[in-house]
């Protein structure tokens, strides 16, 4: 099923955390977690279905560090990896073309100068790679997250468009003073993102869920474009020193708040579970 199609007239649903999951079945996720592709694969396609049947519309391959940088094991090569995390994904939606699947990409891990130690070009070769593999393998969509330098950013946005004609969604993470890690501001973030042929904008994982929506307000008037937000769990506390875990209900709660403010796509990172993807699909379904 067409990207398109799906996300026609209606708020596309994404999944929640890999990492929460794995971790839930008490595997370790201080490592390449996409090492799990191969030797937990049933584990994998069984968190895929458990996303699936909570309602999601899209769900999101392991191979967020599947790059060579990130990905520490000599006995794959980043193409089985990547190929492997996309195959599972698509087993675990048994045909049903409705569900899409996201090729995941995460940050390098290391940032593109000048606050990195890659070059451009460097960055643009690691994602190049990356992204002929997943268009190859036939996914549906790409998902750019996590991003934390805006010329890292660019780096993988271009490689996309170069090498690929899938969608292409980029999403940012934010410091508790709402700008990228490279002291980049949103605002500068969003306008040079705006220059580029990319489907949806928003922002993942920090600053937390709570309040979220005021960043996607402030998205909203800075962008055309469609508004992807995918929050952690957290609600931070005692002037941004501490922070507690929020449940479901309120989680989704926040969600809808977004959904008001102009996102169109919405999802979960850390801390999410299919617990919360039902919880928001239900909330979905009474709008």
């Not at 750019?144 to 330098?149: A, D, H, K």
């Not at 929050?231 to 989704?252: G, V």
């Not at 999802?267 to 299919?274: E, I, K, L």
């Amino acid at each position: 099923m067409n990207y398109q199609v799906v996300k026609k007239n209606k708020v596309l649903l994404f999944d929640g955390a890999m990492g929460t999951m794995i971790k839930s079945y008490g595997l370790n996720i201080n490592n390449s977690i996409e090492i799990y592709n191969f030797t937990e694969e049933e584990t994998i396609k069984r968190i895929h279905r458990d996303y699936i049947k909570a309602g999601a519309d899209i769900i999101t391959t392991n191979t967020f560090g599947a790059n060579k940088i990130r990905f520490k094991n000599d006995k794959y090569d980043i193409e089985e990896v990547i190929s492997k995390g996309i195959k599972i994904a698509k087993e675990a939606r048994d045909g049903n073309d409705r569900i899409l699947i996201a090729y995941d990409i995460g940050p390098t891990g290391v940032g593109v100068k000048p606050v990195g130690t890659l070059t451009f070009d460097e960055a643009y070769e690691i994602f190049k790679k990356q992204i002929i593999i997943a268009e190859e393998n036939e996914v549906d969509l790409i998902l750019i997250e996590t991003i934390l330098n805006l010329e890292e950013c660019k780096a993988a946005i271009k490689a996309a468009k170069d090498y690929s004609k899938l969608p292409v969604l980029c999403t940012f993470t934010l410091n508790v003073d709402g700008e990228l890690f490279d002291g980049n501001s949103i605002e500068n973030a969003i306008k040079e993102v705006n220059k580029l042929d990319i489907e949806a904008v928003g922002i993942n994982c920090s600053p937390g869920v709570k309040d979220i929506y005021i960043i996607v307000e402030k998205i909203k008037e800075l962008t055309e474009k469609e508004i992807m937000v995918q929050p952690n769990t957290r609600c931070y506390i005692d002037n941004l020193k501490d922070f507690i875990e929020i449940s479901e209900n309120e989680f989704s709660e926040e969600i809808l708040k977004c959904i008001k403010k102009g996102a169109k796509i919405i999802g979960g990172c850390c801390g999410t579970t299919p617990r919360y993807t039902k919880k928001i699909k239900e909330k979905l379904s009474k709008l």
